[in-house]
């Protein structure tokens, strides 16, 4: 009996030291539990407080870059004369932050480069010698003491670059404007879409050509369409997209009047090691405008 009274006693005293220690490491994870909620709540307030900051810069850049800016607004009036899409009146109206007594003001515009027309010629080269158009000017007229409007007959066959130019005695300010794109606006009313289904080391080629009508009426539909391959800057087949075109396979959406589809199989009877370099084609569709829009693919 003593010795398992001695036994008790010394588990009770194990057992007061074990909760002793474990209060002692409660309170010490407590305290830590603490103290990272405190960090926490810390990093937060800093996160907001640099947030806060970034916000103020970003005010502070933008309000320093709106002041450095010429011109505060600018609106764009494009006139299609007689109705036919061939050529516009085109308004550029700019209010300026500020302009000198006596300044002048000139609208500059030229025509754009535009790939798909000018970068694809028939010998397929990548990098043609087109140099970029000379700047036409106009002189803009005074409105009032901050705006001023300037006006020139564009054409939509093609897209155009514009800036505007201030002179003041010596100084010359300029500040680059929106491209007005009246050719690819007029090229946007048509999807067209070249996919190529396969193509293999033989020789033999598989691919789809769609077109698309969005919003067309009898003065803007299309009129024409053909799909051209070329094997080695040759020509080897085309194909009249309208006269062969199928709906198989189409799913008509509600903004396309019409859809346009076909699909061209052809083997060029070649097992030439750049086969797949020298096989191109090129869409070309015409419009009731007279209007020629293009489509190009080549493995790259």
Do not use: C
């Not at 074990?18 to 960090?39: C, E, F, H, K, T």
């Not at 006596?102 to 030229?110: D, E, N, Q, T, V």
Request: charged share 30%; no cysteine.
């Amino acid at each position: 009996m003593g010795g398992v009274g001695k036994m008790t006693n010394k588990n009770v005293k194990i057992i007061i030291m074990l909760l002793a220690i474990l209060i002692v490491m409660n309170s010490l994870i407590l305290s830590s539990v603490g103290n990272l909620r405190n960090d926490i709540a810390n990093l937060k307030n800093d996160t907001r407080s640099v947030s806060s900051r970034i916000n103020s810069m970003e005010i502070t850049i933008d309000n320093l870059y709106a002041e450095k800016k010429m011109i505060q607004n600018v609106n764009v009036e494009i006139e299609n004369i007689e109705d036919e899409y061939k050529d516009a009146n085109i308004s550029i109206n700019v209010v300026f932050n500020e302009i000198g007594t006596g300044s002048k003001a000139y609208l500059m515009y030229r025509e754009k480069a535009i790939y798909e027309k000018d970068y694809f010629i028939e010998d397929y080269n990548d990098k043609p010698n087109i140099e970029k158009n000379e700047w036409n000017r106009v002189e803009m007229v005074s409105q009032n003491d901050l705006e001023f409007i300037g006006t020139f007959r564009g054409t939509y066959e093609s897209d155009y670059e514009l800036q505007i130019i201030v002179e003041d005695n010596s100084v010359k300010k300029i500040e680059k404007m929106s491209d007005v794109d009246l050719y690819s606006k007029l090229r946007g009313r048509f999807n067209i879409d070249i996919d190529v289904n396969e193509m293999s080391s033989d020789g033999k080629i598989d691919y789809d050509v769609r077109i698309g009508e969005f919003n067309s009426n009898d003065k803007t539909k299309l009129i024409s369409a053909e799909s051209t391959l070329y094997y080695k800057d040759k020509i080897i087949e085309t194909v009249d997209i309208m006269k062969e075109s199928t709906n198989d396979g189409i799913r008509m959406e509600q903004a396309i009047n019409e859809w346009h589809y076909v699909n061209v199989q052809f083997d060029v009877q070649d097992n030439s090691e750049t086969i797949f370099e020298d096989i191109r084609i090129k869409v070309v569709v015409k419009d009731a405008l007279g209007n020629t829009y293009y489509k190009h693919w080549r493995m790259h």
